[in-house]
């Protein structure tokens, strides 16, 4: 039996500390189920692997591949890879289905396995549930006749670029003669296999740090403001145009501005969706934490905007339901359906040096007519009521606010722009409230109203 006390189990991967619960011996469990459930679903036996940077990453591909051979599958190996670009990898070659290697955002120790299906998208709740069954089941293993083949494929790069070079409303040329300058961090991650290349198609001039794709991330991984403070530097020395930022599997981008200043990842997503909606107008999904700054583009562009559970595969369904246009979520992660249903960085900074192009004012100037809001987030104890009854006395005690139910429960006041989004941690025996409104004033206060009208 797998130990699973130390992992992080979820529909669509299984994260754990390396050494410390992850093992390749939990690598190949996980990754033989996956490989029984796709080849049960098909089409075809081929599982595309790749994997982000880090340091555990060939031990873990090398395992999940072994694990994969034994039930039958033939893997393409993509090596090094974006994560949307192993999900791209899924859909090019017609796969049954795919397997990142890669921990995201999380911190150098940490590792996992993301499973993709057939679509190139993340398995859902209910994909997720029925290979729970192989999981806790018996794994059917081929004999010595029928074990799966091994290839590499080291296309897989090319025809993202490809892919995101093609879409439909990006001006390359336009984009080229502007000739920006672009400061560029990629953490140690996968970027360093991708960015270079976009910009030098795209006609920048980059400096950049930490392209090597050793996954000795120098810094904490995560693209949020406070992380940036290198790129920051290097967009104020060199004069840059623009500072782009990723995680080291290259799903999230953040931007610094020409002043030298980290906008928040906020401003990634709603600076996307503006260029995208002005060349196709149409719904924008995201999810139910998200910035009211993209209800404000949604609202300017004269578009509804539509809010999914937390959780990108729900967004990216919710987007094929609503035939949107762009749509993704506030970490960063923008999805544009003309190139996949998944959060793509590179695709990000190719929307936002279009942006650039069509302006004559800088990204700081473009940020601020979008507006600004102030986000307060905390941590209340788990009241002993059941989470129901607690979400329905706060709706009834809120009558004035819109209250949705999908995903804990969300209020949200239009007047006064600001909203209120309460969910139980996975982990802990807390409630995590956030809030935002225009002020931190208003949003701390929101705070304190709702923790005030808790139960105990
Ligand atoms: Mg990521």
């Known amino acids: 039996m797998i130990d699973t006390s130390q992992l992080m189990v979820s529909v669509s991967g299984v994260r754990g500390r390396v050494g410390e619960g992850l093992t390749p011996e939990v690598i190949s469990h996980f990754a033989a189920a996956f490989g029984a459930y796709v080849l049960r679903r098909g089409p075809g036996k081929t599982v595309v692997i790749g994997r982000d940077s880090r340091v555990s990453g060939p031990m873990f591909v090398r395992a999940a591949t072994a694990a994969l051979q034994s039930v039958g599958c033939d893997v393409v190996d993509v090596g090094i890879s974006a994560t949307p670009g192993v999900q791209l990898a899924v859909e090019d070659l017609g796969a049954a289905g795919g397997l990142a290697v890669t921990a995201s955002h ?98 920048c001039t980059v400096d950049a740090v930490n392209l090597e794709t050793d996954g000795l991330f120098p810094r904490e991984p995560e693209p949020v403001a406070e992380n940036l403070g290198e790129l920051e530097a290097l967009v104020r020395r060199t004069g840059a145009t623009v500072g782009f930022a990723t995680d080291p599997d290259v799903d999230r981008l953040s931007l610094v501005s020409e002043e030298g200043r980290a906008i928040g990842e906020d401003y990634t997503l709603a600076l996307a969706a503006r260029l995208v909606l002005a060349h196709r107008p149409g719904p924008v999904v995201t999810n139910l934490s998200t910035s009211r700054l993209l209800d404000d583009v949604a609202e300017a562009a004269g578009v509804p905007l539509v809010r999914a559970p937390v959780g990108e595969i729900n967004v990216a369904r919710r987007m094929q339901m609503e035939r949107a246009t762009v749509g993704g979520e506030g970490n960063g992660g923008v999805i544009l359906p003309d190139v996949h249903l998944t959060r793509d960085a590179p695709v990000a900074a190719a929307l936002v040096l279009q942006l650039l192009a069509e302006s004559d004012r800088p990204l700081s100037a473009l940020a601020a007519e979008i507006g600004r809001y102030e986000i307060v987030k ?79």
Request: charged share 30%.
């Open 106 to 203: 999380n911190p150098i120790e940490w590792n996992a396995l993301k499973f993709i299906g057939p679509t190139g998208m993340f398995l859902d709740a209910e994909e997720g549930a029925e290979m729970r069954a192989f999981l806790d089941g018996e794994i059917p293993r081929a004999g010595w006749r029928d074990l799966g083949g091994r290839t590499e494929d080291d296309g897989a790069v090319q025809r993202h670029l490809d892919r995101i070079l093609a879409i439909p409303f990006l001006d390359v040329e336009r984009i080229r003669e502007r000739r920006f300058h672009v400061a560029l961090d990629c953490v140690r991650g996968a970027g360093g296999t991708i960015f270079p290349r976009l910009l030098e198609a795209l006609g």
């Open 378 to 456: 905390e941590k209340v104890a788990r009241p002993r009521q059941p989470l129901d009854a607690v979400y329905e006395a706060l709706a009834a005690r809120f009558p004035d606010a819109e209250a949705d139910r999908q995903d804990g429960l969300r209020l949200s006041w239009h007047g006064e722009r600001k909203w209120a989004h309460l969910r139980p941690s996975g982990t802990e025996p807390i409630v995590r409230v956030i809030c935002e409104a225009p002020t931190r004033d208003e949003a701390a206060s929101l705070v304190e109203t709702l923790r005030a009208a808790l139960p105990e």
